[in-house]
């Protein structure tokens, strides 16, 4: 049985076949992400939960413990965590890896709506989670700083106008605000005022409450027009909070600037983020951007980029904003050497060939197999909703020397039926059924190596699936190529050259690969008489090796 038989005789087919390879390939490509590391679900979720004010061991006892209870009950838990601080906990809950984490995230979260009549009254919001992924990690860092303006009007800026906006760009999924300094009026109460004055903290919170409205509080209608009344009694600074009446004391109204001081602050006081730049130190509002799964990194920072020019001309003059730090940075630069170093190493391969073939025609035609391996792997790749990261490419620089390899060995027995003096046609019709079934068997023995990274188990499974699959795939594709372009190919371009047609270059490298040949032979036949004595080496070398190894 002949492979190759069908694609000799239909040129044009193989030659649409191929083009069909090389064009989704290349639409493909355009459309793969560009990331550092692949787009991998690891069944880890943390739960975050606030209590301003609570002390570590009060965020333990009311908030932790709930908590906790609950998560035990979710079926494929491995392990879980807490960490309590002022005012926060943090509950780190890992997943049995064959657990699919939206599952675990609906009984996560069906989990703390049960939670939640258990907790304080006083939380300011839920207990929220996070699907924990390190190519999710924020790609931009973009910092505000002033020496002007105060940081709860930075945090206004970049929670208003900067964040919001950059939110709506493509590829960009949540825009955080680190360090957030949002405005709030502080009020210290002085013990002895109250004291003296018998006031309560109850009758200091009531009346705030009071006093700080803003609802509607009906209408006026008239014959011809009707007129909607509003109780503007909010209040915006510490200035406006000072007269409020707190109580009445022997006919006398007590104001609450006479119970204490009164500070135009911010919410959290406690948490900060600062700038450095060239020994400079300074407050700042940073905005952490993280990108939708799948999306290409460089796209994405080059598009927030695009914007930074647009908010500082809408920004007050004194406002600076400086990139913090900017992932793409390294994503560019490792996506750079690898392009490089996957060019070098395929002018080196063809080089290699066009050394030992010596023929530009033959040189061609195996070489055309790495590029449409390569390119029908982008295919696949894409199907798969894989990336352009780290690993893939790595995969496609170690398949270069693979996908080859069938293609030169059908090359070869091509060669040396011409070399008998066959046509090319005729070559190549016995050349492929001579060599057909055996560059299948080298393609699947080849493909099988990585089939154990496939089976992995644990984190570096899920991570190096992505390598073995794409090298697989790159090995399948070269062997499709081998038995259906090239036979091809050799039928309709190779030509049997005399020995007058060859020039100098051939009869130099000639002679060389005759010593190359004859040295070879001469260490086969001596190797050969000396069995004994090789087993021996052999092993002696596989004992050094395993010495060494350890």
């Known amino acids: 049985m002949n492979i190759s038989h069908t694609f000799i005789e239909r040129p044009i087919a193989t030659s649409l076949l191929m083009a069909a390879i090389a064009l989704f390939g290349g639409v493909a490509y355009r459309q793969l992400g560009v990331s550092d590391l692949p787009n991998v679900d690891f069944p880890t979720l943390l739960v975050t939960a606030a209590l301003p004010g609570a002390s570590p061991e009060t965020m333990a006892a009311a908030v932790a413990t709930p908590l906790e209870n609950q998560f035990s009950t979710i079926a494929g838990l491995n392990s879980m965590s807490s960490s309590n601080s002022l005012g926060n906990t943090q509950i780190t ?18 989990a703390i709506t049960q939670a939640t009549r258990l907790l304080p009254q006083g939380m300011p919001t839920p207990p929220t989670f996070t699907k924990v992924n ?9 910092a505000l700083t002033s020496p002007t303006l105060p940081l709860w009007t930075l945090d206004e800026y970049a929670e208003t106008r900067i964040a919001q ?13 680190l360090g957030a300094q ?3 009026v502080h009020v210290q109460m002085d013990p002895h005022a109250l004291a003296s004055r018998q006031i309560g903290i109850n009758e200091i919170e009531t009346a705030l409450k009071n006093w700080n409205v803003n609802l509607p509080t009906g209408a006026i209608i008239g014959p011809q027009r009707a007129f909607t009344l509003q109780a503007s009694g909010q209040l915006l600074t510490a200035d406006q909070y000072r007269p409020v009446v707190v109580a009445y004391r022997n006919g006398s109204p007590v104001r609450l600037d006479e119970l204490g001081t009164l500070l135009d602050s911010v919410e959290d006081d406690k948490t900060a983020s600062w700038f450095y730049q060239d020994k400079f130190k300074s407050r700042a509002i940073v905005l952490a951007i993280q990108r939708q799964p799948g999306t290409n990194t460089i796209a994405v920072t080059d598009g927030v980029k695009n914007l930074l020019p647009l908010f500082r001309t809408e920004l007050p ?10 992932r793409s940075d390294t994503i560019r630069e490792s996506y750079t050497d690898v392009q490089f170093t996957m060019l070098l190493t395929l002018g080196l391969v063809v080089m290699v060939i066009f050394l030992f073939l010596r023929n530009f025609s033959a040189t061609i035609i195996p070489s055309l197999a790495l590029p449409f391996s390569i390119i029908g792997t982008f295919a696949v790749m894409y199907l798969l909703d894989y990336s352009l ?26 060669v040396r039926h011409i070399e008998l003096g066959e046509a090319p046609l005729e070559a190549s019709f016995k050349g492929s059924a001579e060599i057909g079934s055996t560059i299948v068997s080298m393609t699947l023995s080849l493909a099988a190596v990585f089939i154990p990274v496939l089976f992995l188990g644990g984190v570096l499974g899920r991570l190096f699936k992505e390598f073995a699959v ?15 372009l090239t036979p091809m190919l050799c039928s309709r371009f190779l030509k049997a050259a005399s020995e007058e047609k060859r020039g100098w270059f051939y009869r130099v490298t000639e002679k060389f690969f005759d010593g190359m040949l004859h040295a070879y032979d001469v260490t086969l036949r001596l190797a050969l008489r000396h069995r004994v004595l090789m087993m021996l080496s052999f092993v002696l070398v596989l004992g050094a090796t395993m010495y060494m190894f350890v």
Not at 134 to 142: E, G, H, M, T
Not at 167 to 177: E, H, L, P, R, W
Not at 317 to 326: A, C, E, G, K
Not at 472 to 482: D, E, Q, R, Y
Request: aromatic residues 6%; without cysteine; negative net charge.
């Open 317 to 326: 003059p004194s406002v600076h904003m400086d990139i913090l730090y900017d």
């Open 470 to 484: 794409t090298i697989t795939v790159a090995i399948l594709i070269s062997g499709v190529v081998s038995v259906t």
């Open 165 to 177: 906006r950059i939110s709506m760009i493509s590829g960009v999924a949540q825009v955080q605000v």
């Open 134 to 142: 390190p190519a999710d990690q924020p790609i931009l860092y973009i």
């Open 93 to 110: 809950l890992e997943f049995d890896l064959a657990r699919k984490l939206d599952g675990a995230a609906v009984d996560v979260q069906a």
């Open 389 to 414: 990261d780290n690993l893939s490419m790595m995969a496609l620089i170690l398949s270069i020397g693979f996908v080859v390899d069938d293609a030169i060995v059908m090359l070869e027995n091509i």
């Open 182 to 184: 949002k405005y709030a």
